[in-house]
């Protein structure tokens, strides 16, 4: 989120316990930002910077999901994993109605090509609000859309932290060891390679490194039959520390990168390199 972002105001209406570490927080009462109200529902993987208080009061930005939007009641769902410590997962853990919340622009990823003929949708827990919206959007949907089959694997920690999606018929989940989730998201991606189909990937870091360099670098496959995207990072305070260390030059050539005119994968890849020069990936 820059700093000059434009931000949706909104008040916890609600908080409910999905599964033992899922928090559902409904915010409603929505000021829109400059007067124009978000625009929901173009990407069913939509996520914001979501500002909520610290434990001092302080006002911090991480990384939400729009989980459902009801426009008809102007209700915004956030399904929020309780991880441990950090400002926004003790937040979900002492959330109340009326605290107050800010939100920017949602905007997001999933777009399978129409002609997808299989979907797989890949991640760990903090990737479960994404795929429930996607599941339940394809679900309603009455167009060709839906026809393609979708095939999701899952970890989570806790057993008891899973939870049901509606399907079609041809649809697979299946819930995976943490340490097998890569290797059978691969499987996944590598599972009908004469069949065009499109892979979605949502986990840690460099899990998502991982993923991303075999279907880039390795299989080749046109970008827009994948997306991944790294949701949260191991260690991410002295990772975090060791970034803000790098050097002004670095710092620049990184915003040199971003600001560039090159497409999203080609920015990614340039990062990389850059981040690997410092030892940060
Ligand atoms: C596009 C996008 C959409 C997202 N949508 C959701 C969502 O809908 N629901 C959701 O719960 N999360 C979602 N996330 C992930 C969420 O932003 C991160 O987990 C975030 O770090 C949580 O902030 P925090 O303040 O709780 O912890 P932080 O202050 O960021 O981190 C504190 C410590 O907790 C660790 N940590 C952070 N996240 C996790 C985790 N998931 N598991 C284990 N350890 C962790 C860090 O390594 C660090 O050591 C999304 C992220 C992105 C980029």
């Known amino acids: 989120m820059t700093e000059t972002a434009a931000l949706h105001r909104g008040r916890?209406?609600?908080?409910?316990?999905?599964?033992?570490?899922?928090?559902?927080?409904?915010?409603?009462?929505?000021?829109?930002?400059?007067?124009?109200?978000?625009?929901?529902?173009?990407?069913?993987?939509?996520f914001f910077a979501l500002v909520v208080p610290s434990r001092d009061g302080e006002p911090v930005p991480r990384y939400y999901t729009a989980r459902a939007w009801r426009p008809e009641v102007g209700e915004l769902d956030i399904d929020l994993l309780l991880h441990g410590?950090?400002?926004?997962t003790e937040w979900a853990g002492r959330a109340?109605?009326?605290?107050?919340?800010?939100?920017?622009e949602p905007r997001g990823h999933y777009r399978p090509?129409?002609?997808?003929?299989?979907?797989?949708?890949?991640?760990?827990?903090?990737?479960?609000?994404?795929i429930g919206r996607i599941m339940q959007e394809r679900y309603e949907a009455t167009d060709?859309?839906?026809?393609?089959?979708?095939?999701?694997?899952?970890?989570?920690?806790?057993?008891?932290?899973?939870?049901?999606?509606?399907?079609?018929?041809?649809?697979?989940?299946?819930?995976?060891?943490?340490?097998?989730?890569?290797?059978?998201?691969l499987v996944r991606a590598e599972a009908?390679?004469?069949t065009p189909g499109y892979l979605w990937f949502a986990g840690e870091a460099s899990?998502?490194?991982?993923?991303?360099?075999?279907?880039?670098?390795?299989?080749?496959?046109?970008?827009d039959r994948w997306t991944t995207m790294g949701y949260w990072r191991r260690d991410r305070d002295r990772w975090l520390a060791r970034y803000e260390a790098a050097g002004e030059a670095f710092h620049r050539r990184l915003e040199e990168v971003y600001a560039?005119?090159?497409?999203?994968?080609?920015?990614?890849?340039?990062?990389?390199?850059?981040?690997?020069?410092?030892?940060?990936?």
């Open 12 to 46: 916890v209406i609600r908080r409910q316990i999905v599964t033992p570490h899922m928090v559902r927080v409904t915010v409603s009462d929505i000021i829109p930002a400059d007067g124009v109200p978000p625009r929901f529902g173009v990407h069913a993987d939509e």
């Open 85 to 88: 410590e950090g400002p926004a």
């Open 260 to 281: 560039s005119t090159d497409d999203d994968d080609t920015q990614a890849d340039r990062a990389e390199e850059l981040l690997a020069e410092k030892g940060l990936l």
């Open 144 to 185: 060709a859309s839906a026809s393609a089959r979708v095939h999701v694997v899952l970890s989570v920690d806790d057993p008891a932290d899973r939870q049901d999606f509606p399907l079609r018929d041809g649809d697979t989940v299946r819930w995976v060891e943490a340490d097998a989730l890569v290797p059978e998201t």
């Open 96 to 104: 109340e109605i009326g605290d107050e919340v800010a939100f920017d």
């Open 207 to 223: 899990d998502m490194r991982a993923v991303r360099h075999r279907l880039r670098r390795e299989l080749r496959r046109p970008t």
């Open 113 to 130: 090509p129409a002609d997808s003929e299989w979907i797989g949708l890949c991640g760990g827990a903090t990737a479960l609000p994404a």
């Open 192 to 194: 009908d390679p004469d």
